[in-house]
């Protein structure tokens, strides 16, 4: 009985000896998987953050640009204001000398 006990005994300790191996393994692959995903979703990040680096680098650049063009209409406006000023005087001035003047 008492060589039952101690082969019981033996039995029970290698099997949980087993056991804990199987699911120490387990846990270390799911660890190691976990920081395989975590290496992936961090370069994605940083790819997305270079990403967005680019387009505010973009959207500046097209600011400056737009500064510019917007100085450039304001000019081109100023000056249309004056050739319209002008073009109304001498519409002012014809229409005082073709109203005197008879038509067919």
Do not use: C, Q
């Amino acid at each position: 009985m008492v060589w039952l006990a101690l082969i019981a005994a033996l039995l029970l300790v290698v099997g949980s000896s087993v056991y804990l191996t199987l699911k120490g393994l387990e846990a270390f692959r799911a660890f190691k998987s976990l920081g395989g995903a975590v290496r992936a979703e961090v370069d994605r990040v940083l790819s997305a953050s270079a990403e967005i680096e680019r387009h505010l680098a973009l959207a500046s650049e097209s600011g400056t640009r737009l500064d510019r063009s917007l100085t450039r209409l304001s000019a081109s406006r100023a000056r249309l204001n004056v050739l319209t000023s002008a073009l109304d005087d001498a519409r002012a001035a014809a229409g005082r000398i073709t109203s005197v003047y008879p038509r067919k």
